[in-house]
């Protein structure tokens, strides 16, 4: 974790009054004066501000289902941001693990443990995603076997990973997917002359999204462990 996020984390300054606080020489890390904010510390080092030891709020784990027409971002833009649906402390210092477009909805994690989100959003971790799929024509046979067997996207040299596809209807399926690339889904189905209407996401690894859009929950021991494994 960087110093000064460390320092705000453990206080309650701002970024800008806890860089403040470093440049001057008023931290300590290991007994050792630190003026560079970016100097990545540990839970572990002893690190002091004016003399108090600092010890940081706990880490934060939340799921939220996201509503369309908002964005994974933590501020607004053209849409609003998501962020704005948490009445919790401290928001300025969480983020999202693992992004969604504005007119996707569905299960977004949200924490402030850069670590924990390495293990879901780091490519070789191969993390699972769930979608469920509305297309705009009823999808083929041969198209349902190129996505499981991993097809070619535009712009791409390698082919997707194999996916899991259980056709619903013959216009909504469930793919399961363990890659991020940019808008993938939606270009799956275009590299098979198809369309995608609508997408929502049902779960990320070995959790399910079990609340109602817009709302949010804290992940339990269990569900945060999940992602260590």
């Not at 989100?117 to 993390?127: A, G, L, V």
């Not at 190129?146 to 070619?152: H, L, T, V």
């Not at 997408?199 to 999940?226: C, F, K, M, N």
Request: glycine residues 4%; aromatic residues 6%.
């Amino acid at each position: 974790m960087r110093l000064d996020k460390f320092v705000c984390k453990s206080t309650q300054l701002t970024k800008d009054e806890a860089i403040a606080r470093i440049h001057c020489g008023d931290v300590l890390v290991n007994q050792s004066v630190v003026t560079n904010e970016s100097t990545q510390v540990h839970e572990n080092n002893a690190i002091l501000l004016n003399g108090f030891q600092l010890t940081p709020r706990d880490f934060r784990y939340i799921m939220l289902n996201k509503p369309a027409a908002t964005i994974c971002s933590n501020i607004d833009e053209v849409y609003p941001s998501l962020f704005n649906l948490l009445d919790i402390d401290h928001v300025s210092e969480l983020h999202i693990a693992g992004r969604l477009d504005a007119d996707t909805t569905g299960m977004v994690l949200i924490t402030d443990d850069g670590r924990w989100s390495f293990n879901i959003t780091r490519p070789t971790c191969h993390c699972a995603k769930v979608y469920q799929v509305t297309l705009s024509k009823a999808i083929t046979d041969d198209a349902a076997i190129q996505i499981k067997s991993g097809i070619k996207l535009q712009g791409e040299d390698k082919l997707t990973l194999p996916a899991n596809l259980v056709v619903i209807n013959s216009k909504e399926v469930l793919l399961t997917i363990t890659e991020g690339k940019f808008h993938q889904v939606k270009r799956m189905f275009s590299a098979v002359g198809n369309r995608v209407v609508s997408l929502h996401r049902v779960a990320i690894g070995e959790v399910s999204l079990d609340i109602d859009v817009g709302q949010w929950r804290y992940l339990t021991a269990p569900e945060i462990e999940s992602f260590i494994k």
